[in-house]
């Protein structure tokens, strides 16, 4: 079941999509979304001004248009970030990001499913991996996988796998943190 934030995170990338879908603009908006989004992540300057209580919502609206101008945004981006001021949800905009990719995805019949191992997967453990990852995720609709893995030798043995906002932890070094909680209960 998801919480409040995450149906509204849901709501919001939602309309944004059909809203893009039906302007013809889903592709454009998922790529200027993506870099409003990595800004959000490296400035905390912009995510400052975006936030700040005694800013106003026409001061912000101004500068945001001004900029997204700038940038050559769509009119679809810059109509969504005024509406997202208007209901004071600045502070949604990566989650709405992450969604948005999310719903993009599903409808290009794409996957995007990040993956921690504890060493190099070779070409041929990865589309093991894939076949696997596609039959857990009842994903046979897919036509792509984009699957970014990333080694990491803390995890011991096993994987850990995220899928959308689903983490799955099939590592040994999961399994054994799951069996010292429950001797400490």
Not at 45 to 66: G, N, W
Request: charged fraction near 35%; glycine fraction near 4%; charge should be positive.
């Amino acid at each position: 079941m998801k919480d409040e934030s995450e149906l509204l995170h849901d709501r919001y990338a939602r309309a944004l999509y059909l809203n893009a879908e039906e302007r013809g603009v889903a592709d454009k908006v998922l790529g200027e979304l993506e870099a409003l989004s990595a800004e959000w992540l490296a400035d905390r300057a912009f995510v400052t001004f975006l936030t700040h209580p005694l800013i106003t919502p026409d001061e912000k609206k101004s500068v945001i248009e001004k900029l997204l101008k700038a940038k050559r945004c769509c009119g679809t981006m810059i109509d969504f970030l005024k509406v997202l001021i208007d209901n004071g949800r600045e502070d949604l905009l990566h989650a709405v990001f992450l969604r948005y990719r999310d719903i993009h995805e599903e409808s290009m019949r794409s996957l995007r499913i990040y993956v921690e191992a504890p060493v190099k997967v070779t070409r041929g453990e990865k589309a093991l991996l894939a076949r696997a990852l596609r039959a857990k995720f009842s994903a046979r609709k897919a036509e792509k996988i984009n699957m970014e893995i990333k080694e990491n030798p803390g995890l011991i043995g096993g994987l850990f796998v995220k899928y959308q906002d689903r983490i799955y932890d099939f590592s040994a070094k999961g399994h054994l943190d799951n069996l010292k909680k429950a001797i400490n209960r």
